[in-house]
């Protein structure tokens, strides 16, 4: 049995560590839900094989089947390995050494032996991640939206991941030595053989046992403490995907990626100029057209934010950034995000969205990024979770356009059109049919 006193301290650290990760995600759950109700509840079956195949499977990473392997190994491992985190919470807590070993018996070695292969697949994914951004150097790892902290954000994932396999090798190595030689409670409880960590003992063979014990116990402390630490970074980083990509593909838009939310209100609007005489007595006026602000998107939009990796594979294939032009759809989300986090800390100091002056459209993301959009839909196409940059854009430009009759004059002189004319050709509809009766 090990000391009640590390018993405590085990119990305070993850009192605090579980306490302070469900307050920011309560935190991140308010902020998501400042955003306009929506309704994306319809066709469960459909919904539910949408999390099975692009959160679980991971679908649209397989376009490329390498990099989409090396994820897999990073994603398994995160998953999978963390399922011997519930053994050293019961150690901690109950003050044992290895309680499963005993029940579980020779299972337990084929599990722990399963965890050390996958921990070299992570440490070595990992490792070529790091690669690819910095010394490969990827354009889309090294494009201005990463500057500053998104950039180091990536890499202090990365390295995170190695040092906690890292960690748990040696405290299994070191695990292993110990029973060898048969001290105290470390040969209690047997595990048997285990491949990594077996072949990494002769480098603590002559390692004295005091050394051995305060290096296993210094690997369990920190690799515990370390996955504390890791679970209360996720929400501020990038990472949160790894949470968020489930519900982001459940809540994921079904409709065709063509088409466009219309606005009731502005149909309505059409249709009673047209006929007066169904326009109801007491009927509302028009809401905002569009998105102004964080709050006149909808919480799955919000969603959207927050589920964001960062990848690039939006940029990657937009024909706007391609070419250019100030538009970067992982920007849009990017902005986005840190709009409602702004929004979100301004409701918490002051009880009620207290007006900052500031507003997603013009001071996050500007008009001339709106305006490369070609609405081609490839960044929806690319995005492994489900988010849809164009949404966003679309209600933003649609604000622009609607609420500040700000649009370029090619777009004017086309919507004058389609008043007049019907079309956005500058023909009246009677001259429309006229060169069917040319010839030659």
């Known amino acids: 049995m090990i000391h009640i006193a590390s018993q405590i301290i085990f119990i305070i650290a993850a009192a605090t ?68 985190v519930l053994e050293i919470i019961l150690d901690g807590i109950l003050g044992t050494h290895r309680l499963f070993a005993p029940v579980l018996g020779g299972l337990y070695s084929f599990l722990i032996n399963a965890f050390e292969i996958l921990a070299v697949l992570v440490i070595v994914s990992c490792a070529i991640f790091l690669i690819r951004r910095n010394i490969i150097k990827l354009k889309r790892f090294i494009s201005k939206d990463l500057d500053g902290w998104p950039r180091s954000d990536a890499n202090y994932i990365l390295i995170t991941e190695i040092v906690l396999m890292l960690l748990f090798l040696t405290m299994n190595t070191t695990d292993l030595v110990l029973q060898g030689k048969g001290y105290g409670y470390y040969a209690e409880n047997p595990t048997g053989r285990f491949i990594v960590s077996g072949m ?47 519900p982001n593909a459940y809540y994921a838009r079904l409709l065709p990626k063509g088409e466009i939310n219309n606005m009731p209100a502005v149909q309505n609007e059409v249709l009673y100029a047209m006929q007066p ?75 009620t969205f207290k007006d900052d002056g500031k507003t ?13 959009c070609t609405t081609c839909n490839a960044c929806v196409e690319e995005c492994p979770v489900s988010i849809s940059p164009l949404e966003i854009i679309l209600e933003l430009r649609r604000s622009l ?36 009766g040319e010839t030659g």
């Open 200 to 246: 990494l003992t002769p480098l603590y063979g002559s390692f004295s046992e005091a050394t051995l014990v305060a290096t296993e116990r210094s690997c369990w402390w920190l690799h515990i403490l370390g996955i504390l630490a890791f679970m209360n970074y996720l929400p501020y980083s990038k990472h949160l995907h790894i949470l968020l990509a489930f």
């Open 277 to 351: 005489e169904l326009a109801p007595a007491d009927a509302p006026p028009p809401a905002r057209f569009g998105a102004k602000d964080v709050f006149d998107l909808s919480w799955r939009n919000l969603l959207d934010a927050y589920s964001c990796t960062e990848c690039g594979r939006c940029s990657a294939a937009c024909p706007a950034t391609i070419t250019g032009k100030a538009l970067s759809p992982r920007k849009i989300m990017m902005d986005t995000r840190d709009r409602v986090e702004e929004t979100g800390k301004n409701i918490r100091l002051n009880g």
């Open 17 to 84: 560590g579980i306490g302070l990760f469900a307050k920011r995600i309560a935190g991140i759950r308010k902020n998501i839900l400042t955003g306009r109700d929506a309704d994306y509840t319809g066709q469960p079956s459909v919904r539910w094989k949408n999390v099975l195949l692009l959160a679980f499977g991971q679908k649209k990473m397989f376009r490329n089947p390498l990099v989409a392997v090396l994820h897999f190994f990073v994603y398994a491992g995160f998953i999978i390995i963390n399922i011997e």
């Open 401 to 436: 356009v609607m609420e500040e009759s700000n649009a370029p004059q090619e777009w004017n002189a086309m919507f004058s059109n389609i008043e007049n004319n019907f079309a956005p050709w500058k023909f009246s509809p009677d001259e429309r049919d006229r060169w069917t």
């Open 360 to 372: 997603l459209l013009h001071d996050y993301i500007t008009v001339e990024e709106l305006r490369a």
